[in-house]
């Protein structure tokens, strides 16, 4: 991925908030083709040199055997993004272009087939994602995981590079960034997620 130095966050930590947030990635693979799946991913931070990525395929799956023999994958994760209008800027000249929160991922692949493995990694992930308030538990279903697990491929993957890319008008003005944000608040949900990001991604760097 080509990040220009303008959109280079200073923190690595960064990107692995943004996998812990954005949580839902495209697994690419390109042995015997090039092939993607859309998952959902954990990420253990200390784990490894640069992280791990854990997730878990169908295992009805081509991409499984991919996985097996190709000992690579990279992993993209899409954050919030947004068209950006001149319009909403009160300086001049501007084009229009796109503002987004990416991060990309590679590294080399270990395959998990153990049922205790694999039960503890789809229940990682439900305890995870589960609402707060929920009353649910995986335990519940303790049995019907148990059989589920016989149909998926889990894996690892440890992390040997990985690359944020925070595009939101960094090189403008403090006055351009912020009538952007103002017109991205008042947009759809999606606009308005990737301004709520923008506020975030700026007091980071102000810590930092």
């Known amino acids: 991925m080509f990040v220009q130095n303008d959109y280079k966050p200073r923190d690595r930590e960064l990107g692995y908030r943004l996998i812990e947030d954005i949580v839902f990635g495209t697994l690419v693979t390109a042995t015997p083709r090039l092939d993607a799946s859309h998952i959902p991913f954990m990420v253990a931070r200390s784990r490894g040199s640069c992280g791990t990525l854990i997730g878990h395929l169908d295992r009805r799956n081509p991409q499984c055997e991919a996985l097996r023999h190709s000992g690579e994958a990279l992993v993209s994760f899409l954050g919030p993004h947004s068209y950006v209008s001149p319009a909403w800027y009160k300086s001049t000249p501007h084009v229009p272009t796109w503002y987004y929160v990416t991060v990309q991922v590679r590294g080399g692949v270990t395959i998990v087939s153990d049922s205790q493995s694999l039960t503890d990694m789809v229940c990682d992930l439900s305890r995870a994602m589960e609402p ?18 016989h ?13 944020t890319q925070i595009r939101i008008g960094q090189q403008n ?18 606009q308005r997620e990737l301004a709520e990001w923008i506020a975030v991604y700026e007091a980071h760097e102000e810590s930092t």
């Open 151 to 163: 149909g998926i491929v889990g894996f690892e993957i440890a992390i040997t590079d990985i690359q």
């Open 173 to 190: 003005s403090n006055s351009d960034r912020s009538d952007v944000r103002a017109a991205l608040s008042r947009g759809n949900i999606r």
């Open 132 to 149: 707060e308030d929920s009353s649910w538990r995986p335990e519940q279903v303790s049995g019907y995981t148990a059989r589920l697990v």
